[in-house]
């Protein structure tokens, strides 16, 4: 703890060199193993069984209400507003040029872009990005651990989790509104309600792959860390990673036989392996 009768400035940049120096952490190599399977699973047919009956519907509800040039606004309108946990997560990352281009895109579609309702900033040549306390934690040097499924939330790591308070008690304005209002049919969590249905509503263009997979469960969990591979090297994780988070490097891989299983799956669902089933 820093002495509380230090100059303020020194205390600022004593902050700022123990941020920049966990900044420089090597980041901890992926895990493919997954120790928690069995309970993961289990949670994982919750989640399925909660969206077919509840959260899909609604999702199917609110495109037939709105159409694609409102969706997307609606899209961006919450990209937007979100932006300041981006910002937030580059200065803890030490990427000052990030957290500028981050905020000069917030700026620019906050007023030209009608609050957001429009994305002019890409127009503009600001790329958008997106950063959590999760790829903040893995940039820091800090191991994923154990992959997790959790009721309601979805995939995400013993790292990844997180993001959840981190990033939705200090940063996310969302929840910092909801959590500073109180009105008497809980009206303050309308916002993430409809931003959490419209992301639904965007995943009905890839449940074909989900459902011609042999394996969902395992599909959702391989496409989650590798996504959250890609976003912690900016798109550009080390070749080597990859074949290890695949399993490519074992002596024991073996393509064919995956090969084979696929095919053994999907003679057995002629029905979902055409990828029908992402249409909605």
Same mark, same amino acid.
């Given at each position: 703890?820093?002495?509380?009768?230090?100059?303020?400035?020194?205390?600022?940049?004593?902050?700022?060199?123990?941020?920049?120096?966990?900044?420089?952490?090597?980041?901890?190599?992926?895990?493919?193993?997954?120790?928690? %399977?069995?309970?993961?699973?289990?949670?994982?047919?919750?989640?399925? $069984?909660?969206?077919?009956?509840?959260?899909? =519907?609604?999702?199917?509800?609110?495109?037939?209400?709105?159409? =694609?040039?409102?969706?997307?606004?609606?899209?961006?309108?919450?990209?937007?507003?979100?932006?300041?946990?981006?910002?937030?997560?580059?200065?803890?990352?030490?990427?000052?040029?990030?957290?500028?281009?981050?905020?000069?895109?917030?700026?620019?579609?906050?007023?030209?872009?009608? &609050? +957001?309702?429009?994305?002019?900033?890409?127009?503009? &040549?600001?790329?958008?990005? $997106?950063?959590?306390? +999760?790829?903040?934690?893995?940039?820091?040097?800090?191991?994923?651990?154990?992959?997790?499924?959790?009721?309601?939330?979805? =995939?995400?790591?013993?790292?990844?989790?997180?993001?959840?308070?981190?990033?939705?008690?200090?940063?996310?304005?969302?929840?910092?509104?909801?959590?500073?209002?109180?009105?008497?049919? &809980?009206?303050?969590?309308?916002?993430?309600?409809?931003?959490?249905?419209?992301?639904? $509503?965007?995943?009905?263009?890839? %449940?074909?792959?989900?459902?011609?997979?042999?394996? =969902?469960?395992?599909?959702?969990?391989?496409?989650?860390?590798?996504?959250?591979?890609?976003?912690?090297?900016?798109?550009?994780?080390?070749?080597?990673?990859?074949?290890?988070?695949?399993?490519?490097?074992?002596?024991?891989?073996?393509?064919?036989?995956?090969? %084979?299983?696929?095919?053994?799956?999907?003679?057995?669902?002629?029905?979902?392996?055409?990828?029908?089933?992402?249409? +909605?």
């Amino acid at each position: 703890m820093l002495h509380p009768r230090l100059p303020s400035w020194l205390r600022r940049a004593a902050v700022l060199g123990a941020i920049a120096v966990l900044a420089g952490c090597t980041i901890a190599k992926p895990r493919n193993d997954d120790p928690l %399977e069995k309970y993961n699973r289990k949670v994982y047919a919750f989640n399925d $069984s909660l969206d077919k009956a509840v959260i899909r =519907p609604v999702a199917v509800g609110y495109r037939k209400v709105t159409n =694609p040039p409102v969706r997307r606004s609606v899209g961006d309108f919450f990209t937007n507003l979100r932006m300041p946990v981006t910002v937030a997560n580059d200065l803890l990352q030490a990427r000052p040029k990030q957290a500028l281009q981050s905020t000069g895109r917030f700026l620019i579609n906050l007023t030209l872009g009608i &609050g +957001g309702l429009f994305d002019p900033a890409s127009s503009l &040549g600001l790329p958008i990005e $997106s950063n959590d306390f +999760g790829v903040t934690l893995a940039r820091w040097g800090v191991p994923e651990g154990d992959y997790l499924m959790l009721p309601f939330l979805g =995939p995400t790591t013993v790292r990844d989790v997180w993001q959840v308070p981190v990033d939705g008690y200090f940063f996310d304005p969302l929840t910092i509104y909801a959590r500073n209002h109180s009105y008497h049919y &809980g009206q303050q969590y309308l916002p993430q309600l409809v931003y959490l249905v419209n992301l639904r $509503s965007r995943a009905f263009d890839a %449940e074909g792959f989900l459902q011609s997979a042999y394996d =969902p469960y395992v599909f959702v969990r391989d496409a989650y860390r590798q996504r959250r591979l890609y976003k912690i090297y900016d798109g550009n994780p080390p070749a080597s990673l990859i074949e290890q988070m695949q399993g490519l490097d074992q002596d024991n891989f073996d393509p064919d036989q995956l090969l %084979e299983e696929q095919h053994q799956w999907e003679n057995k669902h002629p029905d979902q392996s055409n990828g029908s089933g992402g249409k +909605g």
